[in-house]
């Protein structure tokens, strides 16, 4: 039978049916960040427990164990997590943790509107567990374990800001993860990719950068540029016009006595036209530009989050 436990609650016991069941969940804010810690079981009975984490409308949740095993549910299946992993649930429905065992863990909620995660970013992050001791997600990890930690930062702009850099760390993982997914990559390729993000990066602002004038600047051809990046599992078209999209998202979100516009700030990371980059925006992270930079600006304006 499941424990419902609304977030944020106070620490106190949950009895759920005949069987003795202690669940708690108490939790803090970074901006609009929910960092909730979960304490579960133990119970006598051999049997599963179910602790559902509460929220309304559209969110991000990450489960981070410290003790203990559990399965986070979704879609109707479980995704197993166990200390030194971690997991990443988008979705608009209660989060479900089903534990079988003593457990204790962190959760990190987001609102999906406040996030600034792509589309294709969450459904490469969701339902998968990682291990928190190799690469990104070792840092991922390490990053939250520090936030976790209540008293972190009581000024609410530097907050935000420890927020925002908690999903660049996700969106990391995410290229990451994609990347691995598509089997190795040569050292020498691994090493051309690299030096090609680079030229395209510093080139960013230029609404003419084009897959022909990157190839000419290689030496290579066109067909060569998009079959490097087949790693990355895009077309090339598709990362400039993502760096872009992100550089703009950090751009609009920063303090500012006078807000940058958007239509400036989209002619100053080569969108030529506002209306196109408006779409595309609104496509990638599910809001208007101008939506975001509200959001971004006022922490009173952020969605409800969980609970």
Do not use: N
């Amino acid at each position: 039978m499941p424990v419902l436990v609304p977030v944020p609650v106070p620490s106190v016991p949950v009895p759920s049916g005949r069987v003795p069941f202690a669940a708690s969940i108490a939790g803090h804010r970074l901006g609009p960040l929910r960092v909730s810690s979960i304490v579960a079981g133990p119970w006598p009975a051999a049997q599963g427990r179910s602790v559902v984490l509460c929220g309304r409308g559209d969110h991000i949740t990450l489960v981070l164990p410290r003790h203990g095993t559990a399965a986070l549910l979704l879609d109707g299946h479980g995704v197993p997590l166990r200390p030194g992993e971690f997991a990443v649930a988008r979705t608009g429905r209660p989060v479900v943790l089903e534990v079988s065992e003593a457990f204790s863990g962190t959760a990190f909620h987001w609102p999906r509107a406040a996030a600034g995660v792509a589309e294709e970013d969450l459904r490469e992050l969701s339902g998968t567990a990682f291990r928190s001791d190799t690469g990104t997600a070792a840092l991922v990890a390490a990053y939250l374990d520090r936030l976790a930690r209540p008293g972190v930062a009581p000024d609410p702009q530097v907050a935000a800001r420890l927020a925002g850099t908690a999903v660049d760390l996700l969106t990391v993982l995410a290229h990451e993860h994609r990347r691995r997914a598509a089997g190795p990559v040569p050292e020498e390729v691994l090493a051309t990719i690299a030096r090609t993000k680079e030229y395209i990066l510093r080139r960013l602002p230029d609404p003419g950068l084009s897959p022909e004038g990157i190839a000419a600047a290689h030496h290579f051809s066109v067909r060569y540029l998009h079959k490097l990046f087949q790693y990355e599992g895009v077309t090339v078209g598709r990362w400039i016009q993502r760096r872009r999209l992100e550089m703009c998202r950090r751009d609009l979100a920063r303090p500012s006595a006078r807000p940058a516009t958007v239509a400036a700030v989209a002619g100053r990371w080569g969108f030529v036209s506002t209306s196109h980059f408006s779409r595309v925006f609104r496509t990638t992270y599910g809001l208007t530009p101008r939506a975001w930079q509200s959001t971004a600006h006022d922490p009173a304006t952020h969605p409800a989050l969980p609970g």
